[in-house]
């Protein structure tokens, strides 16, 4: 779960698979580049979807710190880490081979380019960077695509992941996109916030302006004597829409 603080010093918590539902709104509304038929880019838009489906039973086991509070997802222990991302690789295979393939290039990357100072077992990170490694590949070489288009698509699976995060404060804000394809034109992106929403330029999305929401989780508890306890409490609790602007400027 994404765990963050609100301006009111309530506890706001956002399903990883909310998240990702907004990480497939920002897909969906990219304006497909020429270098992708229309079977790639469902599977982009799919692995976008999908790529946190491993986190669906977390849901229903969050884990606690020794003080009774939830753990963000940057938080938690290696080996559960890694397993939910096998999870993830695994179910996004259901949707097609490139989009197990993204999902387990998004996840090599991570482990290779993230700050690893929070990983605490690093042989066990290690091990799963050789995993991905040899799956990256075996499934590249199935893959009709270039090299290019791959890393395109690579980075277009970042910016949606990235972009949802950084609206819900759950990483630093990311002024500047690497090259990004769409259409037919290749540039960086600028993301700046201000009060009324998010301008961003060159405009990379088929229609405008661009409307994301996410469903959130408002508690005034920080502290919980058991996961079974957090459980219960998001289970009464009233989900709250989060909605931000996308727009050319």
């Known amino acids: 779960m994404i765990v963050c603080i609100t301006q009111n010093s309530s506890l706001k918590i956002v399903r990883q698979t909310d998240h990702a539902a907004t990480c497939c709104q920002i897909a969906r509304a990219w304006n497909r580049p020429d270098m992708f038929d229309d079977d790639q880019w469902t599977q982009i838009i799919l692995a976008a979807k999908h790529h946190d489906d491993g986190w669906f039973e977390e849901w229903q086991k969050p884990v606690l710190d020794d003080d009774g509070r939830p753990l963000d997802f940057k938080a938690i222990a290696t080996q559960d880490h890694v397993r939910i991302w096998r999870r993830s690789i695994f179910e996004a295979k259901s949707h097609g081979q490139f989009a197990e393939l993204l999902v387990a290039k998004y996840a090599r990357q991570l482990y290779t380019s993230v700050d690893s100072s929070h990983i605490e077992d690093h042989q066990l990170a290690q091990t799963f960077i050789d995993e991905l490694t040899d799956m990256v590949a075996e499934g590249a070489a199935q893959i009709d695509m270039s090299p290019i288009e791959l890393q395109a698509a690579l980075r277009i699976l970042t910016l949606c992941d990235g972009l949802s995060l950084a609206l819900l404060d759950a990483i630093d804000w990311m002024g500047l996109t690497e090259q990004m394809v769409f259409g037919n034109e290749t540039s960086a992106l600028s993301l700046r916030r201000d009060?009324?929403?998010?301008?961003?330029?060159?405009?990379?999305?088929?229609?405008?302006?661009?409307?994301?929401?996410?469903?959130?989780?408002?508690?005034?508890?920080?502290?919980?004597?058991?996961?079974e306890d957090l459980v219960a409490e998001l289970k009464v609790a009233a989900p709250t829409e989060l909605s931000w602007e996308l727009m050319s400027g």
Not at 198 to 225: E, N
Request: positive net charge.
């Open 195 to 227: 009060r009324r929403g998010v301008m961003v330029q060159p405009w990379p999305f088929d229609t405008g302006p661009i409307i994301l929401t996410t469903r959130a989780y408002v508690l005034t508890s920080h502290h919980f004597t058991t996961p």
